[in-house]
């Protein structure tokens, strides 16, 4: 049975990053990563990015590692390969090749799947779904002779499909079943905003509705709506979230929620176990909370944070997220917790004639998050309100106003 000292399962960023990570504090200790995919790590950002889709940036961009890499950093790389079973107790991991790893220390970083649909049609060719290279690859080819597509979802990375569908001038339809875009990441009056961009650039917009089949030989020739309406097209993306990959480690007795419980050193309920990435349901020490977060520079901060713990340097994970995403010119901005739950205040700073809009989300006297349409420049000054806890009660009359400066909420020394 083979056997490593540091074992991490997932090769995306959270992962990668840990292993680049452990090398650097550790030069001799045995390092491998298990990938269900086959690839090297890449950027998962990119995949819906208009320029590489569209194919007017080099494929090869998408790689942010070499097999090289691996190589002279003495990480054995085991790719197209999935862990099935977690021992906790005689440090082993088995994989679906059979084989068995024994570890000293695990580092569980395994993302995120696309939620795939099971409603009746759903097996046609022509539905695209959005995680990984191969997806991405496949909507290359496709937008290439396709002139008709639904998109169903209102997330960010639809919005990024949708510009890219226009900009190839594909008919576009968009389907979701909120009242407005993004909810409830995004307010009524932010998702109407980007609504009215989508209209603006001909996205035909289907609210509170879902799809009921997708219809069509073996190609996807259209789809029916829960609301009765039928919609022809030649291409379906089926943007319905995520699921996490939990299930094979359920017989462990790993603490699992939604994803995979840690405190905030990224350490689980298992010794010897700890998790990062956006798998990771963590104890949030910035924000007081449970926080589960889908973005990039998480994944990467924690990453690293989760491996110090491995080389047995603990350090606690202290970061407010961000995460930003754009289509058709618009910038849109998520910074820290954007859940307007019971007993938080919410503000808005709207500047029309800019269209702009920054939400401010408060609570206990403090910013806690924030979204941000086409306002940028007040992401690092929201951000590091939230990180020092500044106290803003008494000038919410202030920060309503789209002229006051945020900076002057930090206390004068
Ligand atoms: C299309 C798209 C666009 C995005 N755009 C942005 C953006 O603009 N900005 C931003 O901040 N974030 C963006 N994100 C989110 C960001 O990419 C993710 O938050 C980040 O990649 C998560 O990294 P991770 O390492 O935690 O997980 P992942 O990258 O999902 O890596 C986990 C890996 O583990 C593998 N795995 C799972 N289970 C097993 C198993 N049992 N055995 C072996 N391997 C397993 C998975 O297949 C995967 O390869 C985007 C995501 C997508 C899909």
Known sequence: MQHFKYLIIGGGIAGTTAAETIRKNDTDGTIAIVSDEPHTLYSRVLLS????????????????????????????????????????VSKKISLSNGEEIEYEKLLLAIGAHSRKWTIPGSDKKGIHYLR???????????????????LVGSGCVSFEIAEILRSLNITTTLVMREKSFGEPLLSEVEGKMIENTLEKNNVTIKRQT?????????????????????????????????????????????????GIIANEFL???????????????????????????????????QGEIAALGMVGKRTEYKMVTFQTSHGFGDLIGFVGDTRPALGRTVVYRVAPEKNSIVRIIISEEKIIGATLINRMAEMGT???????GVKVSGMLESIINPEFDLKTLFPTV
């Open 210 to 258: 879902e799809v009921s089949e997708v219809f069509g030989g073996e190609e996807v020739a259209g789809v029916f709506l829960k609301n009765g309406e039928k919609l022809d097209c030649d291409m379906v993306f089926a943007m319905i979230g995520v699921v996490y990959p939990t299930e094979w480690l359920k017989q462990s007795g790993i603490s699992l929620g939604r």
């Open 132 to 150: 990984g290279l191969d997806d991405t690859k496949g909507i290359m080819e496709a937008v290439k002779t396709k002139k008709h597509a639904v």
């Open 382 to 388: 929201i951000t590091k309100l939230i990180k020092d």
């Open 49 to 88: 990015k208009p320029g590489f889709v569209r194919g007017e940036q080099p494929l090869d961009s998408v790689w942010l590692k070499k097999p090289e890499w691996y190589e002279e950093n003495k990480i054995t790389f085991i790719g197209g390969v999935s862990a099935t079973n977690l021992d906790g």
């Open 267 to 301: 350490e689980t309920s298992i010794s010897d176990v700890w998790t990062a990435g956006d798998i990771a349901e963590y104890n949030d020490t910035v924000l007081n909370e449970t926080m589960q977060c889908g973005n990039w520079m998480n994944s990467r901060g």
